[in-house]
């Protein structure tokens, strides 16, 4: 992870990462939330991506990081935290991950994977189960059969060669061509 990731903003950029919309946690100290935006790593989420029924400034099943329980300061006072979901504060909104904030989380040997995978996709064999594993949990990589199905890991049980194959997926190739156009 890169320097300018440490702390606060990394945790809410790998949580955007793994989450399946690429959405940033709901509640975001201001400063961090900044420094965020301002390195172009998330941008405002577009309209109709946050399902209707999810309640404004409340945390959604998929949102990581479960907020129940604890109070939030609301943006302005104390530590103040800024809501990115809207409704209960003005003006706040949702944001999610951009490319460029994935290649910031990214390690050089997870780069070196994602852009170095073949024409059609598949990850060279000599890529590490940990690196194809961590690019997997942030959805950049899905695992095939041999008869095209996909499915979440390698189906690794310790036993000979894992049945599956680490593949881009259509969010691991725009990053991956973001990373190359980028360079």
């Given at each position: 992870m890169s320097s300018q990731?440490?702390?606060?903003a990394g945790r809410h950029l790998t949580a955007a990462a793994e989450h399946p919309q690429g959405l940033l946690p709901i509640r975001i100290r201001e400063d961090v939330l900044k420094q965020i935006l301002s390195n172009d790593f998330a941008r405002p989420a577009p309209e109709g991506l946050i399902p209707a029924q999810e309640s404004a400034g409340q945390?959604?099943?998929?949102?990581?990081?479960?907020?129940?329980?604890?109070?939030?300061?609301?943006?302005?006072?104390?530590g103040g935290t800024y809501a990115s979901a809207g409704g209960d504060i003005p003006g706040a909104r949702r944001y999610v991950i951009t490319h460029?904030?994935?290649?910031?989380?990214?390690?050089?040997?997870?780069?070196?994977?994602?852009?170095?995978?073949?024409?059609?996709?598949?990850?060279?064999?000599?890529?590490?189960?940990q690196t194809y594993a961590k690019l997997a949990k942030f959805r950049l990589v899905h695992f095939l059969d041999d008869d095209g199905n996909s499915y979440p890991d390698d189906g690794d049980t310790g036993v000979g060669r894992p049945p599956r194959r680490p593949y881009l997926?259509?969010?691991g190739r725009s990053v991956a061509t973001s990373a190359t156009t980028n360079d």
């Amino acid at each position: 992870m890169s320097s300018q990731l440490a702390g606060a903003a990394g945790r809410h950029l790998t949580a955007a990462a793994e989450h399946p919309q690429g959405l940033l946690p709901i509640r975001i100290r201001e400063d961090v939330l900044k420094q965020i935006l301002s390195n172009d790593f998330a941008r405002p989420a577009p309209e109709g991506l946050i399902p209707a029924q999810e309640s404004a400034g409340q945390p959604s099943a998929t949102d990581h990081g479960s907020t129940a329980g604890r109070r939030h300061p609301h943006a302005g006072s104390a530590g103040g935290t800024y809501a990115s979901a809207g409704g209960d504060i003005p003006g706040a909104r949702r944001y999610v991950i951009t490319h460029t904030g994935f290649l910031a989380l990214l390690s050089d040997s997870q780069r070196r994977a994602l852009t170095g995978a073949e024409p059609d996709g598949p990850l060279s064999s000599k890529v590490a189960w940990q690196t194809y594993a961590k690019l997997a949990k942030f959805r950049l990589v899905h695992f095939l059969d041999d008869d095209g199905n996909s499915y979440p890991d390698d189906g690794d049980t310790g036993v000979g060669r894992p049945p599956r194959r680490p593949y881009l997926t259509e969010l691991g190739r725009s990053v991956a061509t973001s990373a190359t156009t980028n360079d």
